[in-house]
């Protein structure tokens, strides 16, 4: 592919600012005692409670392609340290349900904060309708990256 292709250039682009994000959040884990999966993991529970969606020890690992041995033990380091805690499930008691701590929101915002306001600040350059192209082709890209992590993973390996 020809490296000045827009459309490459938007590839690498994309990828250097999720470089930036990812170093960011390892940032956060060092100086939380956390591991890189922790963090993730408080992110997949974040987004399910804002999506309305409750979330449980099966699909926090489905999200993280972790086993369930593994989300047992990222479940227990995140129940010490009081960013999360399960709860029975009021319509299904066999069901159990991750509930994310307001210390772990404190410790977030204390954290990210800043560089949220700073990027919601920085998106006041852009009208109403440049905010949508972008957030529409942001969402393809998830979509695209989704669907090809689950080929690359269901596929032989290169190599």
């Known amino acids: 592919m020809d490296e000045q292709d827009p459309g490459l250039q ?12 990812d170093l960011f959040a390892a940032e956060f884990a060092v100086r939380n005692g956390l591991h890189a999966t922790d963090v993730r993991a408080l992110i997949h529970l974040l987004d399910a409670g804002r999506a309305g969606e409750r979330a449980t020890p099966g699909r ?10 593994s989300t047992t033990a990222l479940v227990d380091r995140l129940e010490r340290l009081g960013l ?13 349900l991750l509930v994310v701590q307001e210390k772990a929101v404190a410790l977030g915002w204390s954290f990210f904060g800043p560089l949220i306001h700073e990027m919601v600040g920085a998106m006041g350059a852009f009208d109403e309708q440049e905010l949508a192209t972008v957030r529409r082709f942001l969402l393809t890209m998830r979509d695209v990256t989704a669907a090809g992590r689950g080929a690359r993973r269901d596929g032989p390996a290169d190599g």
């Not at 999360?84 to 159990?96: F, M, N, S, Y």
């Open 84 to 96: 999360v805690r399960r709860e029975r499930d009021t319509r299904d008691r066999r069901r159990v």
């Open 60 to 69: 926090l690992g489905a999200k993280l392609g972790v086993n369930s041995a």
């Open 10 to 21: 938007l590839v690498h682009l994309l990828r250097a600012v999720t470089v930036e994000l």
